[in-house]
C-alpha cells in the first residue's frame, strides 16, 4: 500500500512552516513515494524489508533518500571541479601561473552555496529529530530485556504478561529433528501464520496493536545489545542499569523483523526480534489469553544451546 508522500513527510507535530521547508525540498528533488513495510526480506532487495511500518521511519527514509541526491550531486560536482583543475592548469597548458589571491565573488558563492545546502538539510532533518524524540501519550508499554543471547519482554499494564523470546534454527541446526520440532511448537503460537525465516525467527513473537502509541522501554540484564527494527524506524541501545525509550505506532498490520545490532558476545548473530502486529481488539484478546495461560516463561529447548554457544 503506498503512503502519501505528504502525509510521510508532515507529522502533525511538525510545525508549519519547517513541514512545509521540507516538503518542498523534498518534492524539489523528485523524493518518492515510501511504501509501507510488506514483509520479510527478499532476495536482492535493499533493505532488511520493503518499505517502513511507521510515520517516522517513511520519513527516515523519505530523508535518506535526499541525502543520497543531494551527496551525489555533492560528489559529481566536486570531481567535475578537481578534473577541470587538473586538465585546464597543469604545467603544460598553463606553465605561467596567475597571480590572483583574491575574488570576493567567487568566495561569496562557494560560502554561500554549502551554507544554504546545509540549511536545506536542516529544515528536513531538524522536525524529524524533533518528532523521533518527542512521544505523543502512550497507548501501551513494552518493557525489553537484552541477554546473552535472546530477548525477553513485558507489558507491564497488561497484568505484567513476559516471556523469553529465543530465535528459531533453520533446518540445518542444529539438527532437522530438533529444527522442526522447534517450529512445530512455535507456529502454534503464532497469530500470523508464516514460513520461519532463517536466523530471523523466533520461537515467542512480541505482539502489538496497530494504530496505538507504544512506548518501549529498553534495559539490559549483561552486556551492551541493541533493539534494531529497521522497518519501524528503530535503533535503541540495552544497556545494563540503564532504561532507554523509544516510541513507535504501527500503521499496518504485519511482519516485522530486526536483530540485535550491537557486538554483543558469541550469539550476536542469533537474536532475532519478530512483531506480530495485529488490529488492536485481536490483541486484547491475545493478552488475556496469555493471563488464563499461567503468562508464558517461554523456556524453550533452544535457549540452552544459545547458551552452550
Ligand atoms: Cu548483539
Redesign the pocket.
Known amino acids: 500500500m503506498g503512503c502519501d508522500m505528504w502525509k510521510c513527510l508532515g507529522n502533525e507535530s511538525t510545525s508549519a512552516g519547517f513541514r512545509a521547508l521540507a516538503v518542498a525540498f523534498a518534492a524539489a528533488w523528485g523524493v518518492p513515494s515510501p511504501a509501507w513495510a510488506d514483509g520479510g526480506p527478499r532476495p536482492w532487495g535493499i533493505g532488511l524489508q520493503t518499505g517502513s511500518a511507521t510515520v517516522i521511519g517513511a520519513r527516515i527514509d523519505a530523508f535518506h533518500d535526499v541525502l543520497l541526491v543531494v551527496i551525489s550531486a555533492v560528489v559529481v560536482l566536486v570531481l567535475a571541479l578537481l578534473v577541470y583543475v587538473m586538465l585546464r592548469f597543469n604545467k603544460t597548458r598553463n606553465p605561467q601561473p596567475d597571480g590572483t589571491t583574491h575574488n570576493l565573488r567567487l568566495e561569496v558563492t562557494w560560502t554561500l552555496i554549502p551554507c544554504l545546502v546545509v540549511l536545506g538539510i536542516a529544515a528536513i532533518s531538524f522536525p524529524l529529530l524533533y518528532d523521533i524524540d518527542r512521544m505523543p501519550i502512550p497507548d501501551l508499554t513494552l518493557k525489553v530485556t537484552?541477554h546473552q543471547?535472546y530477548w525477553s519482554y513485558a507489558y507491564p499494564d497488561r497484568q505484567d504478561v513476559s516471556f523469553d523470546s529465543t530465535p528459531i534454527w533453520d533446518a540445518s541446526e542444529p539438527s532437522d529433528e530438533q529444527a522442526a520440532d522447534a517450529v512445530r511448537v512455535a507456529s502454534a503460537k503464532w497469530l500470523i501464520k508464516s514460513d520461519p525465516l532463517r536466523l530471523l525467527e523466533v520461537d515467542n513473537r512480541v505482539v502489538l496493536p496497530v494504530g496505538k502509541v507504544i512506548r518501549v522501554q529498553i534495559t539490559g540484564s549483561d552486556v551492551l545489545?541493541?533493539w534494531f527494527l529497521p522497518s519501524l524506524g528503530i535503533n535503541r541501545m540495552a544497556v545494563t542499569g540503564r532504561l532507554n525509550e523509544v516510541w513507535f505506532k504501527i500503521e499496518q498490520p504485519g511482519l516485522y523483523y530486526g536483530q540485535?545490532?550491537?557486538?554483543?558476545?558469541l550469539g550476536?548473530g542469533f537474536?532475532p526480534i519478530v512483531i506480530e502486529a495485529i488490529p488492536a481488539d485481536r490483541f486484547e484478546d491475545w493478552v488475556s489469553g496469555q493471563k488464563s495461560a499461567g503468562l508464558r516463561d517461554g523456556a524453550s529447548p533452544h535457549q540452552s544451546v544459545v547458551a552452550a554457544r
Open positions: 537484552g543471547w545489545h541493541s540485535c545490532s550491537m557486538i554483543c558476545g550476536h537474536m
